[in-house]
């Protein structure tokens, strides 16, 4: 059988920075034709970025994105790549979008993958399935395509699929399988959560078996806004076996040789084993569109065979931690800042929002603040100057007691007024450090406090970017105690101090305060919450599941009354299946409440 060196780029653009997605597209497949690469592929709308949004309805964008792909066709050829195929994401459009007047049901615009050879673009697809669920919303956006490419490249057919076309049984890959294909291409814009990575390998295996071909899987890595992409690129043979795999969360060129079937070869026939019984039977009605870029087969590389590795899984605390520091560095690199700053209280949320910015940032790109009142306990400031000797971060203290005093000697406030007046002056001090050293404020809100609405506006919620806001309370806490034993693991100091791990939370906004004074202990919270918000369970689910009917009242109705609170939130990684914002998405006004939620 033929011998294909396929090169998959697990890269990080940039959404709309055409110009410099371009540069990375050929930067990279110098590289791979270095490494002696004859096939080099690039995630889904690797040109424009994903996901690109309402810039889907601008004509200007549009235009620079059909546009960009030949250029780019060209600019490969002039680098002396012109004669290996590139297959490239990006931005079609064969007619207007949906909002226009002139739209025609069948055209507009396309999320489509191009093969760029010879200085043109020689073939297109357009993604068939396109996911309208969770934090997608490309009904709203593309026009499906219709036909399977299959392309010719070295004497081996190869199919072009697009992500979603993965998850979902039928089309593409039942196509793929009667177009007797020995290669199925499936470019990704995959967003990671929890997990996932242990759902895709299943995945793959039943779509090569339904192809019955290799299938070779690249997705994208890095932060978009909420979005973090994994990577977790790899490449599964037809009967299911893993040839390879590329780490998570970082840039990787997978290179590998594969023995594939040549074109005029009989379909090979693959049994439907246990992972790949879905979808085998699904209606077909796609057509094929075959182009030849090579028809005889490639001579094989010169040297040692290519193995792309198999990449150990990490554990789950430090999938998620990899997860948030990537996060965190992409949206504050992209939009062009260079160092954040947030308030360190000494307690566990804030540590760990500092432990996770020095990993992304360095501690030299770091500011601490703590912002001492008149309730602030000594612990909690020997805490918080510990944890900033312990990273290196820039560690100030700015005292809020003299500021907040005119305050009350000017107005008349009581109670939870004066306890929010002390939340909003400390987002003010840090708001002003942003504006006169130009940082982007972290806010440290976790997503047991935000899903009940223990914050305060403009106060402790302030902020540019939350990098735990998917994150439950008793999550924070394994988190921190995980990062603490890699870094024993490695030999260094643990970053935060073990008094912030242990001793009880509390916002220290009047004498002796306690979370457990507002909410009930965030072991029973969570077990709620997550039934409630990830889960959408009802109240007669959450109290089957062994939750005590009354705190089940009590905890839905926060939850309820919090929405307002939740949509002027800073945006923050997504982690979960269920988000607060892109996959959450409630009314403000709403009168709906789960039966005895009242």
Known sequence: MPTLRIALAQVNPTVGDLPGNARMVRDFTRAAVDAGGQLIVFPEMMLTGYPVEDLVFRDSFVVAARAGIRRLAAELAADGFGEVPVLVGYLDADGPA????????????????????????????????????????????????????????????????????????????????????????????????????????????????????????????????????????????????????????????????????AADAPVQDVTAGPEATAGTDVEDEMGIDRVVVSDSP?????????????????????????????????????????????????????????????????????????????????????????????????????????????????????????????????????????????HLVLTTGNKSELAVGYSTLYGDSVGGFNPIKDVWKSLVWRLAEWRNSDAARRGEEPPIPENSIAKPPSAELRPGQLDTDSLPDYAILDGVLTGYIDGDAGRDELIAAGHDPELVDRVLRMVDLAEYKRRQSAPGTKISIKAFGRDRRLPITNRWREPGDR
């Open 98 to 261: 949906a909002i226009s007047s002139q739209a025609d049901p069948g055209r507009g615009p396309r999320n489509a993958l191009a093969v760029l050879h010879g200085g043109a673009v020689v073939a297109t697809y357009f993604k068939h399935h396109l996911p309208n669920y969770g934090v997608f919303d490309e009904d709203r956006y593309f026009v499906p395509g219709t036909a399977l490419t299959v392309v010719r490249i070295g004497g081996i057919d190869v199919a072009l699929t697009i992500c979603e076309d993965l998850w979902q049984a039928g089309g593409p890959f039942t196509a793929a399988r009667r177009a007797g294909v020995g290669l199925v291409v499936t470019v990704n814009g995959s967003p990671y959560e929890l997990d996932k990575d242990d759902a895709r390998l299943p995945l793959v295996r039943r779509r090569a078996a339904e192809a019955g071909a290799t299938v070779a899987y690249v997705n994208l890595v890095g932060g978009q806004d909420e979005l973090v992409f994994d990577g977790d690129s790899m490449i599964v043979a037809a009967d299911g076996t893993l040839l390879a795999r590329a780490p998570q969360f970082v840039e990787h060129l997978l290179l590998h040789d594969l023995e594939l079937p």
């Open 298 to 438: 490639s001579s094989a590389p010169a040297g040692a065979p290519a193995a792309g590795g198999l990449a150990e899984p990490p554990s789950t605390e430090a999938e998620i931690w990899s997860a948030l520091v990537l996060g965190l560095r992409d949206y504050v690199r992209k939009n062009g800042f260079s160092s954040v700053v947030l308030g360190l209280s000494g307690g566990i949320d804030s540590a760990v929002v500092a432990a996770i910015a020095v990993d992304a940032l360095g501690a030299d790109q770091v500011v601490g603040v703590s912002l001492p009142s008149q309730f602030s306990s000594e612990h909690s400031r020997s805490d918080a100057a510990e944890l900033a000797k312990r990273t290196g971060l820039d560690y100030r203290v700015e005292p809020i007691q003299p500021m907040v005093d005119p305050f009350l000697a000017n107005i008349s406030l009581s109670g939870l007024a004066v306890e929010n007046l002390q939340a909003r002056v400390r987002g003010v001090i840090l708001m002003a450090l942003s504006n006169q050293e130009g």
